[in-house]
C-alpha cells in the first residue's frame, strides 16, 4: 500500500442560522457531516455529488479556509486542525487549490506575472530573477509561452485563464492539488484538454489530486478512486472501475445511469432521482437519501445506516447491513 499523504476522519462543518430580532442562533446547517476518507500519495481522489452536497466545503475545510466544527485532518502525519497560523502558512505550501472559475479567481487588476508570482512572494521564495524563470517554466508547463506574462487575465478564453490557474498553484511545488469544479466552467472540447493537461503534469510532477467534480463523466477521466456524497455525508467510496462497473449504493446507481454512453447500440434504463434535495439546514432523519429512494425501507426513514467495506468498497446504505 503506498504511502498515506491525507488522512480525514469525523470531518464536520456546521454553518449556523441567525436570525430575529438580536440575530440569535436558530440552527445549523450540517454541510459536511462526519465524513471520513483518506489519499496515498501520486493518486487521484474524485469526489462527487449534487450542488449542494457539501463537497466543496470539504475542499476548503482541508485548506482550512473555513475552521472545522469537529474531526481531524492529517496531512504527513501533521495535524492541519490544530495548526497555528505560522505552521499553517508553511503546510499550504504543500497544499494549493485550483478553483472553479479562473477568472474569478485571478486579479483583473495584476499581469500575469504578478499573479503567479504572488505565492513566492508570500512564502518568501527565490529572487526577483529566480521568481520570474519560475513564472515562465510553469506558463510553458502547462501550454502557454512566456511572453504571455506580460498579459492579464481579460486577455484570454477560459481555457487559458484555467491553464494560468494550474500555473499558479503549482508555483509553490506543492505535493496536494485540490482542484474544485475546475472544468465544469468550460466547453466539453476545451474540458477534455485541461483534464489531460492536469494528468500529464501529475505524472510529470508526482503530484496528489482531490478533484471535485458534479460530472461522473469528468471524474471517472481522472479518478483512481471515487468517493459520492450526499447532503453533507459520504455515502459510497471505491477504486473508480469498481463504483462505475458495480455501484452498490442507489443514489450512485440513479447518477451512473444519466451518464451519456458513446456507443448508440448500448441500451440502459435511466433512473429517475425524484423531488429535491432536502435542506441541509432540516437534512431527513435515518438515511439522509430516504425521501428519494426507490428501494427505501421502514428502517431508512429512522435509523442512520452504518457505513461498511465490502471487498474494499465503502457503501452506507441499510441494503447492505442485513
Do not use: W
Not at 196 to 215: P, R, S, V, W
Not at 247 to 266: E, G, M, N, R, W
Amino acid at each position: 500500500m503506498s504511502e498515506l499523504l491525507l488522512e480525514v476522519s469525523g470531518l464536520k462543518k456546521y454553518f449556523p442560522i441567525t436570525g430575529g430580532l438580536f440575530g440569535g442562533k436558530k440552527g445549523e446547517v450540517k454541510a459536511v457531516d462526519d465524513v471520513s476518507f483518506y489519499v496515498k500519495k501520486g493518486e487521484t481522489l474524485g469526489i462527487v455529488g449534487e450542488s449542494g452536497c457539501g463537497k466543496s466545503t470539504t475542499g476548503r475545510l482541508l485548506m482550512r479556509l473555513f475552521e472545522a466544527s469537529d474531526g481531524k485532518i492529517v496531512f504527513e502525519d501533521k495535524e492541519i486542525t490544530s495548526m497555528s497560523k505560522t505552521e499553517l502558512r508553511k503546510t499550504r505550501r504543500d497544499i494549493q487549490m485550483v478553483f472553479q472559475d479562473p477568472y474569478a479567481s485571478l486579479n483583473p487588476r495584476h499581469s500575469i506575472q504578478q499573479i503567479l508570482e504572488e505565492p513566492l512572494i508570500v512564502h518568501g521564495i527565490g529572487t526577483k530573477e529566480e521568481r520570474r524563470k519560475r513564472v515562465q517554466e510553469m506558463l510553458e508547463v502547462v501550454g502557454l509561452s512566456s511572453y504571455h506574462a506580460k498579459r492579464y487575465p481579460h486577455q484570454f478564453s477560459g481555457g487559458q485563464r484555467q491553464r494560468i490557474g494550474i500555473a499558479k498553484a503549482l508555483m509553490t511545488k506543492p505535493k496536494l492539488i485540490i482542484a474544485d469544479e475546475p472544468v465544469s466552467a468550460l466547453d466539453v472540447s476545451i474540458q477534455a484538454q485541461v483534464l489531460n493537461l492536469m494528468k500529464d503534469i501529475q505524472k510529470e510532477f508526482g503530484l496528489t489530486y482531490i478533484f471535485i467534480a458534479h460530472d461522473l463523466g469528468v471524474v471517472r477521466h481522472i479518478s483512481d478512486r471515487v468517493g459520492v456524497m450526499y447532503l453533507g455525508r459520504l455515502i459510497e467510496l471505491s477504486d473508480s472501475e469498481t463504483l462505475y462497473e458495480d455501484p452498490k449504493h442507489p443514489y450512485t446507481k440513479a447518477l451512473l445511469s444519466a451518464v451519456p454512453i458513446p456507443d448508440p447500440d448500448i441500451k440502459r434504463d435511466t433512473i429517475l432521482i425524484e423531488g429535491d434535495l432536502p435542506s441541509p439546514a432540516n437534512p431527513p432523519s435515518g438515511c439522509a437519501f430516504h425521501t428519494r429512494c426507490v428501494e427505501c425501507m421502514d428502517v431508512c426513514k429512522t435509523v442512520r445506516p452504518e457505513g461498511r467495506v465490502i471487498d474494499g468498497h465503502y457503501v452506507a446504505c441499510h441494503l447492505y447491513n442485513k
